[in-house]
């Protein structure tokens, strides 16, 4: 059974920093990529950042973009998300999420078939 479990969430002002960390297990994970989306109240879920199964592409959403940096260690299981400089606008619920077909690496919701549970993510200002 494939669970990728989410930390590192929490409050903090806005300029600073949080890194996100999920660990997979249940499946192979070094042939899957890995991605990021987010919900912010009232809104729909959103893409936040993806990567390769390798960590060779890396794929982020505009508003995000020379802020977040996502990353993989495939000997842990785990993707990152390090984020900086994080506004208001960035509270939000964060899902990792992974990749359904392996080798392929998509940014839509429908390119991934587990995700974890979210964790909170709350930029204050």
């Known amino acids: 059974q494939v669970q990728l479990v989410e930390s590192g969430g929490g409050l903090v002002q806005a300029g600073g920093s949080l890194r996100l960390s999920c660990a997979a297990s249940g499946r192979t994970f070094s042939t899957n990529a890995m991605a990021w989306f987010r919900r912010a109240p009232g809104k729909e879920r959103e893409f936040v950042a993806t990567?390769?199964?390798?960590?060779?592409?890396?794929y982020y959403a505009d508003s995000v973009k020379d802020r977040f940096t996502i990353s993989r260690d495939n000997a842990k299981n785990t993707v990152y998300l390090q984020m900086n400089r994080l506004k208001p606008e960035d509270t939000a619920v964060y899902y990792c999420?992974?990749?359904?077909?392996?080798?392929?690496?998509?940014?839509?919701?429908?390119?991934?078939?587990?995700w974890g549970q979210g964790i909170q993510v709350t930029v204050s200002s």
């Open positions: 990567i390769s199964w390798s960590g060779g592409s890396t």
């Open positions: 999420a992974q990749g359904g077909t392996a080798y392929r690496t998509s940014v839509y919701e429908s390119g991934f078939d587990y």
